[in-house]
């Protein structure tokens, strides 16, 4: 494994890298989630490159880039055993230059969800995504689904800008007890951390009214909804069910794909997670 | 010479093309300039690639795009004289096909000259010279210093979305009697070609003075204002002596490398033009 902390340094390297070239760009503090990532990168790319970049762009004025947890060692650790070939940790000077001015802005499905809750964030992560895809040129890039705006917004990057980049999803990894793995679990405290298994089971219950034949959309999200709220630490931002493509939010009948998601705030700590909703095809 | 009328088909020649690969990104209509372009081109690299395509997000809602010249067989005929070895003419529903929603937006640079005049100009150059580049992936790409700005934008644009191609600006080309040339001079008379003459005059005077040790902004505008005006087809949108990088207007003295720059309007047809004046380096 080697790892480059510039710009020029990667690009060196990754001239000798074998095609298919497989990427995961992470914010680090690795879990099992990113390790689910960079395994299924492996198994399908003949090289393999993780980036470790907490990136400011997108993160709001009051949100937690100074206190985003960071692990190097970890990290690195993590990265070798899941079978990482290459490591980019750009200096944040190199990736935001004095003077950087330009942004990418993916319209439309940025409004709704978690870009109506994080102003700007989006612009953030399409012009970081945008950023890292001409560093590291990859071929396939690998994106968890606990982030499934995030997911649906780079698929659309992807194909409005002509990314020569093939964007590969993988399954939501979570504790033996429903919890979704994100780095930001680290803040919770145990009570809020127990309290927090309302989000999954939120989700499980509506997704097991779903398949029993459930189809209206109100109901579905009030299933979630009386969970989470039964929690009296639990601060419900949204809890949404919209089509899975456009994100468009449903009202009355479940037709087609939808997306179940919600952000829950317990003190300081915002956690997000979804499950999609799929009707079963017409017989 | 290969013309490719699809993405999939341009980046299936582009495989088989040789590096270093040089692009020369044009709307058509092709002249002696971009020939220059072409043929720099050719001289330094192994493979040349022109994209032909109107970008209609460039264009504001009142300006040209609907009348802008065509001439698909005058402009493949020139590229192949030139010496391009792959053309790419994408269809309108490929660049944009419905649902599009991302744009590129290069800040700071944007809100003066041509980005003042043209509101959304430039986010319409930024997202289609990065489509272009995705899908050409070339290692230089080749511009002429008549769109000054636009010029500038793309610098910035490169190096802030770290783009892996190198920008090569090219002198401007004139005919023998000054007039930079442009697709859109075929729209002016033979009355308002002649009185488009003082355009490269203006800027020559003020060049002129320079040299001769005239540092004042205002009386270099001067200058160039005083040609003009004197022409009663000639509406000016504006005359500029800005800072050669920031593009930031100059007050009083001229310190360093300066951008003389004016557009002016000939009833519906909009020309301009520029010089850079450089001050002798400090002996």
Same mark, same amino acid.
């Given at each position: 494994?080697?790892?480059?902390?510039?710009?020029?340094?990667?690009?060196?390297?990754?001239?000798?890298?074998?095609?298919?070239?497989?990427?995961?760009?992470?914010?680090?503090?690795?879990?099992?989630?990113?390790?689910?990532?960079?395994?299924?990168?492996?198994?399908?790319?003949?090289?393999?490159?993780?980036?470790?970049?907490?990136?400011?762009?997108?993160?709001?004025?009051?949100?937690?880039?100074?206190?985003?947890?960071?692990?190097?060692?970890?990290?690195?650790?993590?990265?070798?055993?899941?079978?990482?070939?290459?490591?980019?940790?750009?200096?944040?000077?190199?990736?935001?230059?004095?003077?950087?001015?330009?942004?990418?802005?993916?319209?439309?499905?940025?409004?709704?969800?978690?870009?109506?809750?994080?102003?700007?964030?989006?612009?953030?992560?399409?012009?970081?995504?945008?950023?890292?895809?001409?560093?590291?040129?990859?071929?396939?890039?690998?994106?968890?689904?606990?982030? !499934? %705006?995030? @997911?649906?917004?780079? #698929?659309? $990057?992807? /194909?409005?800008?002509?990314?020569? =980049?093939?964007?590969?999803?993988?399954?939501?990894?979570?504790?033996?007890?429903?919890?979704?793995?994100?780095?930001?679990?680290?803040?919770?405290?145990?009570?809020?951390? !127990? %309290?927090? @298994?309302?989000?999954? #089971?939120? $989700?499980? /219950?509506?997704?097991?009214?779903? =398949?029993?034949?459930?189809r209206?959309a109100?109901?579905?999200?009030?299933?979630?909804?009386?969970?989470?709220?039964?929690?009296?630490?639990?601060?419900?931002?949204?809890?949404?069910?919209?089509?899975?493509?456009?994100?468009?939010?449903?009202?009355?009948r479940v037709g087609?794909?939808a997306?179940?998601?919600?952000?829950?705030?317990?003190?300081?700590?915002?956690?997000?997670?979804?499950?999609?909703?799929?009707?079963?095809?017409?017989?």
């Open positions: 494994m080697q790892i480059a902390r510039t710009i020029a340094e990667f690009r060196a390297l990754r001239r000798g890298a074998r095609p298919p070239l497989g990427f995961v760009p992470t914010m680090g503090y690795l879990h099992a989630g990113h390790r689910a990532l960079i395994e299924r990168a492996r198994s399908e790319c003949a090289a393999v490159a993780v980036s470790i970049f907490v990136n400011p762009m997108q993160f709001g004025p009051n949100e937690d880039f100074e206190r985003y947890p960071r692990d190097e060692p970890g990290d690195l650790a993590l990265c070798e055993a899941a079978g990482a070939d290459l490591i980019l940790i750009p200096p944040l000077h190199e990736m935001y230059p004095a003077g950087t001015s330009t942004a990418v802005r993916v319209g439309g499905l940025t409004g709704v969800l978690e870009g109506a809750h994080r102003p700007g964030h989006f612009d953030g992560v399409a012009t970081i995504v945008t950023k890292l895809f001409n560093v590291v040129t990859p071929d396939r890039s690998y994106f968890g689904r606990k982030d !499934a %705006q995030q @997911l649906r917004v780079i #698929r659309r $990057l992807v /194909r409005d800008l002509d990314l020569p =980049v093939e964007i590969v999803d993988c399954a939501t990894v979570r504790e033996p007890d429903g919890l979704a793995l994100s780095s930001r679990n680290v803040y919770l405290s145990p009570e809020e951390r !127990a %309290q927090a @298994l309302s989000l999954s #089971r939120g $989700l499980r /219950r509506a997704e097991e009214a779903f =398949v029993a034949g459930e209206d109100e109901a579905l999200r009030r299933l979630v909804r009386d969970e989470i709220e039964a929690q009296p630490l639990a601060r419900i931002d949204y809890v949404s069910l919209a089509d899975s493509e456009s994100l468009a939010e449903l009202e009355g087609g794909p997306l179940l998601s919600l952000a829950v705030r317990f003190g300081g700590t915002r956690l997000i997670d979804n499950v999609v909703l799929e009707p079963p095809a017409a017989g």
